[in-house]
């Protein structure tokens, strides 16, 4: 191919290349910092996210009875919402019993479930110190913690749960 | 062809060949009706619609009168309203598309009221530019359709149960829907974005009571995933994510976040309450399946099917739906005998990829006690199971991911009961 043509070509797929972008208007506004601080609700497994604050499983048990209760019930079972608490079975058990205790591999997963979407009927009305308090008392209830301790943004994420290792990354294993 | 070998059945149990049914010879045993029916027309020939002016003019249409039994099914819990599924009417529906109005609807925690001039869409996190988007911004963007089914994780999951559930076909399989989603390839929003090589991960939060979140993966999102403005044409109905929902194609429900309002670039998932205690699939070993996106190959009967009876012996029309997460459907094949023997149907076009297909075949019935079925195969060869095979791999804890065959029994009497067989 001689020269010419070959510049020909070249210009003209850098001019196809130009008008594909140019169609993409680009209207997004730089984000302010401020505004992605109060949005970001996500807390990682590594505790990246979690916000300042702690909570004991007594205060956390307050919290529990006063927001909780009414759905989940006594000690986090028997009510009209999910079971959190109080497994009598294995999972390999029939039926299995899937509680905290048993099945979330991520104590961050139960903080930051907690402060999104709970309470169903007030979302966002608890404090952070609250939701820390009611993490504990849930995990205290699933026998992870002992009854002393306090849950704060320094060691929720090391805190080992039972099923860390129960899961099986089907996506991982395709063939892509 | 002729008439003979048109109404030879060429499987056992009365199937006929697919390409009968277009055939006149097929028309028939409805003259006798039409000649009893005549008597009751008035002397002067016109209904009582023909004898004065019809309705005027809607704004917004809706269906007939007479078809007002057509609705979803809720189901919800009574001390929380919006936490339940509503479900397709699969049985009532024909062709590919569901209307918007019987769309499937999961909803963790209410349909949100959102105002749109108040809502934005925000992208940040491993990106070098964090932005901010309108609507009104959104709208100017390039947009594309694309042609999609939406199945739930947890669609079918009464068929885990020992015993087989009777309730019509939509009210345990109709966690499925399929529309013309249209809005804005998500590669564009993150192109403009500028996400950084080490991100990995979207985490999408919707803009509900519940900030529902999940993880997806990159490649998927650079691959197919649709910022959707518009379903079948108009506006998202606030149900479905007003005013702006992601449509990741051929993957479970869940990640098809609606009301959309913030896009976390990470390294890692998040490993969000609904990717881990829940959407997982407990497998008899203890072990759980997780991040299982592919809505695999799946199929069944919408008519005949549940709640229908079969008048007298003659010729039905079989038909259903046929959809995989890997790509178009292939082949569907229906057995009239619980399987010992299966013939394959006509797939109606279009046949698209990761859309619903539907698939008809002509049926001799003489009356005698049946079981139909229905079993899918997808372009990549992948086949939908035998109830006995999932269960065996899968164990019956597993609720989510149910896709294998779906059974009807056909009694003497012509009464429709789901089984498994």
């Given at each position: ?146 009854a002393d301790m306090q849950v704060s943004a320094k060691n929720l994420a090391s805190i080992a749960m039972p099923n860390r290792d129960g899961f099986i990354n ?7 | ?303 005949p099917s549940f709640g229908y009876k079969l008048p007298q012996p003659g010729i039905y029309q079989i038909t259903g739906l046929a959809w995989s997460g890997r790509g178009k459907i292939a082949k569907v094949e229906v057995s009239a005998d619980g399987g010992k023997t299966w013939l394959e ?77």
């Open positions: 191919m001689c020269m010419p043509k070959l510049l020909l070509i070249v210009g003209l797929l850098w001019v196809t290349q130009a008008q594909a972008e140019s169609k993409v208007p680009k209207l997004g506004k730089p984000a302010p910092k401020e505004l992605i601080a109060r949005w970001d609700y996500d807390v990682f497994p590594d505790g990246t996210g979690l916000p300042e604050g702690q909570g004991t499983v007594a205060q956390g048990k307050l919290v529990y009875q006063q927001a909780c209760q009414s759905c989940h019930g006594v000690e986090g079972q028997g009510g009209s919402a999910d079971e959190l608490a109080g497994a009598r079975h294995g999972l390999t058990d029939n039926p299995p019993d899937k509680t905290i205790g048993t099945y979330w591999p991520y104590a961050t997963t139960l903080f930051d479930f907690t402060r999104r979407a709970m309470p169903l009927d007030r979302p966002g009305s608890l404090s952070n110190d609250q939701v820390y308090a009611v993490t504990a008392y849930l995990l205290y209830l699933n026998h992870i913690i002992t089907v996506y991982a294993h395709e063939e892509r | 062809m002729n008439e003979q070998q048109a109404l030879t059945p060429l499987a056992a149990g009365g199937l006929l060949d697919r390409r009968a049914f277009l055939q006149r010879s097929l028309s028939f045993s409805v003259a006798t009706l039409v000649s009893s029916e005549a008597l009751a027309t008035p002397e002067n020939g016109r209904e009582p619609w023909m004898e004065k002016p019809g309705a005027p003019f809607s704004n917004y249409g809706e269906p007939a009168a007479h078809e007002r039994h057509v609705i979803r099914w809720t189901m919800g819990n009574d001390k929380a309203l919006g936490n339940g599924v509503s479900w397709t009417p699969l049985q009532n529906l024909e062709g590919i598309f569901t209307p918007n109005g019987l769309h499937f609807e999961r909803h963790h925690n209410g349909v949100p009221q959102i105002d749109p001039k108040q809502h934005k869409l925000l992208i940040h996190g491993l990106v070098n530019n964090s932005l901010v988007f309108t609507l009104e911004d959104l709208l100017r963007y390039p947009m594309h359709s694309c042609y999609c089914f939406l199945e739930c994780g947890g669609n079918s999951n009464a068929a885990w149960h020992s015993e087989p559930i009777q309730t019509a076909v939509g009210y345990f399989h109709g966690m499925a829907s399929c529309s013309e989603w249209t809005g804005i390839p998500l590669k564009l929003l993150l192109d403009e974005a500028q996400v950084k090589g080490r991100a990995k991960w979207l985490i999408v939060e919707g803009a509900d009571a519940s900030m529902m979140q999940v993880s997806i993966p990159l490649d998927k999102a650079l691959d197919d995933c649709l910022l959707a403005l518009y379903q079948n044409g108009e506006r998202i109905r606030p149900e479905n994510g007003y005013p702006m929902r992601l449509i990741v194609p051929g993957w479970e429900g869940v990640l098809n976040v609606k009301w959309v309002r913030r896009i976390h670039l990470a390294a890692q998932p998040v490993m969000a309450r609904n990717e881990t205690a829940k959407y997982t699939e407990l497998l008899p070993s203890g072990k759980a399946r997780q991040f299982t996106y592919v809505m695999e190959v799946k199929s069944l009967i919408t008519q149907a006509e797939l109606q076009e279009p046949v698209l990829s990761k859309c619903f297909t539907r698939f008809r075949i002509p049926w001799q019935w003489q009356g005698q006690e049946a079981i139909l079925q229905s079993r899918a195969t997808d372009e990549t060869g992948a086949r939908q199971p035998a109830r006995e095979h999932l269960l065996a791999a899968r164990g019956q804890h597993g609720y989510f991911h149910y896709n294998a065959i779906v059974s009807w029994e056909i009694s003497a009497q012509g009464e429709i009961k789901h089984v498994y067989a």
